[in-house]
């Protein structure tokens, strides 16, 4: 059974930084993912990486802002979110699963974690 257990969001001004971290046991798949959902908006992919660290892809709003890294002792995931915005507030969501022909397909989601910036 996966589990995935997200922390660290929270309320922040803008140019703020916050570090989200999804704590992972079970049999995840080999590519970790962060998505978020803004109210009255569809989930969208934010970053992903595999544990391998061979395949990093982030979206192109938060490149350069964001970075996804990951311990694989530990079996957890981050994503470092630099220069906040107030576009950046929504439910951020870590996901597990595999890529497939270089598509990541995500099977397993944690509960979610809020993230609020504010101007």
């Known amino acids: 059974q996966v589990q995935l257990v997200e922390s660290g969001g929270g309320l922040v001004q803008a140019g703020g930084s916050l570090r989200l971290s999804c704590a992972a046991s079970?049999?995840?798949?080999?590519?970790m993912g962060w998505f978020r959902q803004a109210p009255g908006k569809e989930r969208e992919f934010v970053a992903s990486?595999?544990?391998?660290?061979?395949?990093?892809d982030y979206r192109d709003s938060v490149k350069c802002r964001f970075l996804i890294s990951r311990d694989n002792v530990k079996n957890t995931v981050y994503l470092q979110m630099n220069n906040l915005q107030p576009e950046d507030t929504a439910v951020y969501y870590c996901?597990?699963?595999?890529?497939?022909?270089?598509?990541?397909?995500?099977?397993?989601w944690g509960q979610g974690t809020q993230v609020t910036v504010s101007s």
């Open positions: 996901a597990a699963g595999q890529t497939v022909s270089g598509a990541p397909r995500f099977d397993y």
């Open positions: 079970g049999r995840t798949g080999s590519t």
């Open positions: 990486i595999t544990w391998s660290g061979g395949s990093i």
